[in-house]
């Protein structure tokens, strides 16, 4: 399997720097990484608006407040009345499949995987940390009052975690769904990356 393309999946709590981690994985490895370049993706491959991915980004399905008339396209009944966070789950996953059968990535969150439960080459990874920590990270990057970040943490994780419940019909962040799930505060993000891709590297038997 060493010549098949391989993804490494991250899930993440807010703050606990998945984001980061992921990034430098795929920089060391020398492979793509995605994130919010993933919905762009999606958006270019059903003809919608980007801003439309981006609305629904991890949220647990339901009704979004686009019709048609607003000058999206019509793709047949999958829109008919409407855009529905379901629709544009199956186009995002549709989207990581295609990836996945071309090109090694890491991808962030948007219940990878799930989606590549049944690729022969993918290590899913779960990050997350003490909330004391999430919080410095957070109020680092975007300062702003402890209140706020500690709100902004709760209203992020909540959605996240409905979003992989409900689509993947497993649990958000419990050490079943994933191959490793590390604590990023005890290493820091550069040796927390470079744990991950050693695991990820001996499943793979890359």
């Known amino acids: 399997m060493k010549n098949e393309p391989y993804v490494i999946t991250i899930g993440r709590e807010y ?7 992921g990034k430098r ?5 020398g492979i793509s990484f995605y ?7 999606a958006a270019k491959k ?6 439309l ?5 991890e949220k647990a399905a339901g009704k979004l407040s686009y019709a048609l008339s607003a000058g999206f396209p019509f793709f047949g009944s999958l829109f008919s009345g409407g855009v529905t966070s379901d629709a544009l789950f199956t186009i995002q996953s549709e989207t990581i499949l ?11 969150g948007r219940c990878a995987d799930y989606v590549l439960r049944n690729h ?3 290590f899913n990874a779960f990050i997350h940390s003490p909330l004391s ?5 957070v109020m680092t990057r975007k300062p702003q009052s402890r209140q706020n970040v500690m709100d902004e943490i709760a209203k992020v994780d909540k959605e996240r975690a409905n979003f992989y419940n409900f689509y993947s019909q497993k649990e958000w962040g419990r050490a079943l769904s994933y191959h490793l799930c590390i604590d990023s505060s005890l290493f820091g993000i550069d040796r927390t990356a470079q744990i991950v891709e050693g695991f990820a590297m001996e499943k793979l038997k890359r």
């Open 35 to 41: 994130d919010k370049e993933l919905l762009t993706l």
């Open 120 to 122: 022969p080459c993918c």
């Open 53 to 57: 991915f981006a609305s629904a980004d």
């Open 98 to 108: 295609e990836l996945a059968r071309k090109e090694s990535f890491v991808i962030v």
């Open 25 to 29: 994985i795929a920089g060391s490895l």
């Open 133 to 137: 920590f999430r919080i410095e990270r």
């Open 15 to 21: 703050g606990s720097g998945g984001y980061e981690i």
């Open 46 to 51: 059903s003809g919608l608006s980007p801003e």
